[in-house]
C-alpha cells in the first residue's frame, strides 16, 4: 500500500479537577493551538462529555480541520491507560468506571486514548523535558493528590491491570488519616495538598508559638509557602514535616524500583527548598544503602498544563490511527 501523506497533528487534553486544557500538537511537539473550560462546572460526565467534544471540535475547526487530526490524546487523574477510562477517581466528580475515550471516539469519529495524569506526564518529561534521556526515572506529581508513574528500562511500567506506580496509595501510618481513596493511613493524606494544611494544623495544637498561619481565615499549601517566605517559624516547620514524610514514601519506592532520578511535577512542587531540603535529607537516611547519595531530586521546569498536553499528545501518536475524515 502506498501512502503519499500522513496525518501531521493530534489533539492533547489534560484533565485536571480545575481545568481542561486542550492543545493540537504537530509531529514535532510544538503546540499550535490551545484552549479550555473550568471542569468542575460540569459534575455530570454526559453534560463534560458534551462540552469537551465542542470545544476540540471548534479548535481543530478554527485551526487546519479534521483531514489534519490523526488521533486524540487524554490524561486523567485515576485514568487506565489499559482500558481507556476513569477508574474510581477519589476526587474528581465522576464516580465509577467512565469509559471516556470510548464515548469521545462514537462523538468525535476519530481515535482517543487515555491514561492517567502521571503517565502522561512521565511521557512528556522524557520526550521534551528534565527525564530526556533517561531510561529509569519516576515522576512524582504533588497536588491535590500524589500521583506517580516510572519508567524501566526505558519502558513505562503500568504493572498487570494499569495500576502501577500508584505510591500515593501506599500505606504510610497503619490506620492513619483518611484518604480521599477511603483507605487509612496513605501517603497522599500526608503530603498532598490536604495532608499538607492537617500538618499545620497538627503544629499549631502542639505548639503555643505565634505564627501567621492562626491569623490566616484559611490555609492552602501556598499561603503556607507565602508564610515559610517571611520567615514563620512553624509553616516552615509544617513543610519540614511534610518533606520528612515524602522523603519516607520515595526511600521505600527507590529501594524497590532504583530510578536515576525523580522529578517533581504539580503545584505543591514550586515549594522548592522548603520541601525538598527536608525530604532529600529524609530520603538519604532511610534509602537502602546501595542506591544513597545516587538517586536525583529534580523539579520540572515545563509548565504544568503545557507538559500534560504534549505528554497527551504523545500518548495520542502511539494510538492506532482510526478517523470518519479520511
Not at 490523526?70 to 487506565?80: A, Y
Not at 534509602?287 to 505528554?311: A, C, D, P, Q
Given at each position: 500500500m502506498i501512502q503519499n501523506a500522513i496525518k501531521t497533528r493530534v489533539v492533547g487534553v489534560d484533565i485536571s479537577l480545575e481545568r481542561t486544557s486542550i492543545g493540537i500538537v504537530d509531529i514535532r511537539g510544538e503546540i499550535i493551538a490551545t484552549d479550555s473550560f473550568v471542569t468542575s462546572e460540569h459534575p455530570y460526565i454526559g453534560d463534560y462529555l458534551s462540552v469537551l467534544c465542542q470545544h476540540i471540535l471548534n479548535l481543530v475547526e478554527q485551526n487546519g480541520?479534521?483531514?489534519?487530526?490523526?488521533?486524540?490524546?487524554?490524561?486523567?487523574?485515576?485514568?487506565?491507560?489499559?482500558t481507556s477510562s476513569i477508574e474510581n477517581a477519589p476526587n474528581m466528580p465522576w464516580k465509577g468506571v467512565v469509559p471516556l475515550a470510548a464515548m469521545l471516539r462514537d462523538r468525535l469519529g476519530m481515535a482517543v486514548v487515555l491514561a492517567n495524569n502521571a503517565h502522561a506526564m512521565a511521557l512528556g518529561e522524557q520526550a521534551f523535558g528534565a527525564a530526556h534521556g533517561m531510561r529509569d526515572f519516576a515522576v512524582v506529581s504533588i497536588g491535590h493528590g500524589l500521583g506517580s508513574c516510572f519508567y524501566s528500562n526505558g519502558v513505562v511500567h503500568l504493572g498487570n491491570d494499569g495500576f502501577g506506580g500508584e505510591v500515593g496509595h501506599t500505606c504510610f501510618v497503619p490506620n492513619g488519616r483518611v484518604c480521599g481513596c477511603g483507605k487509612k493511613g496513605c501517603l497522599e493524606a500526608y503530603v498532598a495538598a490536604n495532608g499538607i494544611v492537617m500538618n499545620a494544623k497538627e503544629i499549631l495544637e502542639e505548639s503555643d508559638k505565634p505564627s501567621l498561619m492562626r491569623e490566616a481565615e484559611t490555609l492552602s499549601p501556598r499561603i503556607i509557602q507565602h508564610f515559610c517566605e517571611q520567615g514563620d517559624e512553624l509553616a516552615i516547620e509544617t513543610y519540614r514535616r511534610t518533606g520528612y514524610y515524602l522523603g519516607i514514601g520515595l526511600a521505600n519506592y527507590a529501594s524497590i524500583m532504583n530510578p536515576e532520578a525523580f522529578v517533581f511535577t504539580g503545584g505543591i512542587a514550586q515549594a522548592g527548598k522548603w520541601l525538598f531540603e527536608s525530604a532529600n535529607d529524609s530520603?538519604?537516611?532511610?534509602?537502602?544503602?546501595?542506591?544513597?547519595?545516587?538517586?536525583?531530586?529534580?523539579?520540572?521546569?515545563?509548565?504544568?498544563?503545557?507538559?500534560?498536553?504534549?505528554?497527551?499528545?504523545?500518548?495520542?501518536?502511539?494510538?492506532?490511527?482510526?478517523?470518519?475524515?479520511?
Open positions: 480541520g479534521y483531514e489534519s487530526i490523526r488521533s486524540v490524546g487524554i490524561c486523567s487523574p485515576s485514568g487506565n491507560y489499559r530520603f538519604e537516611e532511610h534509602v537502602f544503602h546501595n542506591i544513597k547519595g545516587k538517586v536525583k531530586f529534580i523539579v520540572s521546569n515545563l509548565e504544568n498544563r503545557t507538559r500534560n498536553m504534549l505528554g497527551a499528545s504523545v500518548l495520542a501518536w502511539s494510538v492506532k490511527e482510526y478517523s470518519l475524515f479520511k
